[in-house]
């Protein structure tokens, strides 16, 4: 994930969590304003356990998602279904 949006020009922190890594990234308004950069940013996350959207008092938005560390090896067949946003 944290790959995908590097390549997207975003700046994505990874968190390792207690149980689940945590990725999660600053939303610039030039990905707010464009439907097709929104897109490509849940493309990213739809590969997460749960994903989510905050907006901070000072106006800003951090997107993040998370992954469990104890995800079966079919990880992909059993992802996306408890997504928030």
């Known amino acids: 994930m944290a790959a995908r949006l590097s390549d997207a020009g975003l ?4 968190l390792d969590h207690s149980g689940h890594l ?23 996350w739809e590969t997460a356990d749960w994903f989510g959207l905050v907006v901070t008092s000072a106006g800003g938005r951090i997107a ?22």
């Open 11 to 14: 700046t994505p922190r990874v």
């Open 22 to 44: 945590c990725v999660e990234t600053e939303v610039p308004e030039s990905v707010v304003s464009r439907a097709d950069s929104w897109q490509e940013l849940l493309s990213v």
């Open 64 to 85: 993040w998602a998370a992954v469990s560390e104890n995800a079966p090896a079919t990880a992909s067949g059993v992802r996306g279904h408890s997504h928030q946003l």
